[in-house]
């Protein structure tokens, strides 16, 4: 790949970006510092198993409790380091994928290095245990489906909870947070969104909590988390808690308990940062770009296993963006929601109730209505007969002399021009021609050979005009072509 080559890809990748103003040191040494950690203790630390088991467990701790934004919404966090540099304005170039690209990679190459450091120094059966023991069924519970969107009630014990794991996730306070995820929801792909998908895929994973811009997000109602006293007290306590939960605590125990210090360090925090960092990333970036829109294609949400997957269960985007209220992100039983089976087992248990539901009926019809609109688009690339208003009326004797020079048939009230046929017919030609003039509705609909819907479909084709006083003969559902009797009209303002 030559420089020139890379630097064009670098560039299409930072084409939507806004004119950048600044940077967020305090933001990027958060993503840069943390994977490097991760890094050097995939290569430099062996991993204890007790460290690895406690680190998944405390990552599902993490995933129940937050959501999918990161870092406190731009221009409203108190960064003590904001300021400290301004960047002149870069667009575009070189330079800025370059800062977007240090931490993606850096943290990328700590999830894979990460993986990979796992399975090659745990025996399979010791995996399974850990699938078993550690089966992730968290994601975004607390942020994002009770206090972004209110989709079920929480007992207090379930609120502290996912709280305190959402602060783990050292992504925000849950105040900051949802409002963000509201304007989110409210301006979808707009310059209000926070992270608008028109602005390509780097913007939205990383760039915009990197960056400032002159963007300013949307506003959105959060007058209920303002008179919640357990989301006022996080959000005002936020950065004494944000260490102790991100950092301190995953260190700390395993230091402690089995002497592995730096094996917390490295795994339960910073390892298990990074991959809750991108996995959330993956909502506001792939899960906006990769898979289908089963519900609504008029922004940009869509459903796709490998979202879900790699953010836990919040890749069915498409759904949760036309049905948000909902505590499921997965509408049907089979598609991977972790997060939705935890809820659901909350209610269970009695730590959760009210947990809210689409109408059934109202999620299909948006399905059908998709569903509908991709078959009118394949119907629309078809060819259809001529409609009947635009056939001629032809008299009987017009037909009679017509038939003379070519081969006219009546079916059903319709005259058809079936000589480019005639030597294609599977009953032979001697039908077709022996029959030039005359009224073969009941031959052709089982007198002498109860024709197929595709022959009926091809016969609609040859229609050149309709006889003038012609009477159908049949069943008046018999002369509409079956291709056309679902046939999809499109309803228009006026009709
Ligand atoms: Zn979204
Ligand atoms: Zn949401």
Not at 184 to 189: E, G, N, S
Not at 237 to 265: K, S
Not at 458 to 480: A, D, F, N, P
Request: glycine residues 8%.
């Amino acid at each position: 790949m030559t420089p020139q080559l890379i630097h064009t890809a670098l560039e299409s990748l930072t084409r939507g970006f806004p004119t950048i103003k600044g940077v967020r040191w305090f933001n990027l040494a958060v993503l840069t510092i943390t994977p490097a950690i991760a890094i050097y203790g995939l290569l430099y630390v062996p991993p204890r198993r007790e460290t690895i088991i406690f680190a998944v467990a405390y990552y599902l701790f993490t995933m129940l409790g937050e959501c999918h934004a990161l870092i406190p919404f731009p221009e409203k966090v108190p960064s003590f380091a904001d300021n400290i540099f301004s960047l002149s304005p870069l667009r575009g170039g070189l330079v800025d994928a370059v800062f977007f690209l240090v931490p993606i990679l850096l943290a990328w190459l700590g999830i894979t290095a990460g993986t990979f450091q796992l399975l090659v120094t745990q025996s399979p059966a010791v995996w399974l245990d850990h699938r078993k023991t550690n089966f992730p069924i968290s994601v975004r519970t607390g942020y994002h489906r009770l206090w972004s969107h209110r989709s079920y009630t929480a007992s207090f014990p379930l609120q502290l909870f996912l709280l305190l794991g959402g602060t783990s996730a050292v992504q925000g306070s849950c105040y900051w947070w949802a409002r963000a995820h509201r304007s989110h929801h409210r301006h979808t792909d707009t310059n209000l969104d926070p992270y608008d998908s028109n602005r390509g895929i780097l913007w939205t994973h990383i760039g915009w909590m990197i960056f400032k811009s002159d963007l300013k997000a949307g506003t959105a109602d959060i007058s209920d988390l303002r008179t919640n006293p357990l989301i006022q007290w996080q959000h005002r306590y936020y950065f004494h808690l944000q260490p102790i939960f991100g950092y301190l605590i995953p260190t700390i125990i395993p230091g402690l308990l089995w002497n592995d210090w730096l094996g917390g360090l490295c795994f339960s925090a910073s390892l298990r940062l990074t991959t809750a960092h991108h996995g959330t990333f993956c909502i506001n970036s792939i899960a906006h770009w990769l898979g289908s829109a089963p519900y609504d294609d008029r922004l940009s949400p869509r459903d796709h296993l490998l979202s879900a997957v790699l953010t836990m269960g919040e890749g069915y985007h498409n759904f949760h963006h036309q049905f948000p209220m909902d505590y499921r992100n997965a509408f049907l039983w089979y598609q991977y929601d972790p997060t939705k089976w935890f809820i659901a087992l909350c209610g269970k248990l009695g730590l959760a109730s009210n947990l809210r539901v689409f109408p059934s009926n109202e999620v299909h019809k948006g399905a059908l209505s998709m569903q509908l609109k991709r078959l009118h688009k394949l119907q629309g690339s078809l060819e259809w007969p001529d409609p009947v208003d635009r056939l001629p009326i032809v008299t009987w004797e017009t037909f009679q002399e017509e038939s003379k020079t070519r081969t006219l048939i009546l079916i059903s009230g319709f005259i058809h021009d079936v000589s480019n046929f005639v030597d294609q017919h599977p009953g032979g030609p001697g039908h077709l021609l022996n029959n030039s003039g005359k009224d073969m509705t009941a031959s052709f609909f089982g007198g002498i050979y109860a024709h197929s819907n595709a022959a009926h479909n091809l016969l609609s084709m040859m229609r050149v005009g309709i006889l003038e006083g012609g009477v159908e003969t049949i069943k008046s559902s018999e002369s509409v072509p079956p291709s056309q009797r679902l046939y999809i009209a499109q309803r228009t303002q006026n009709s």
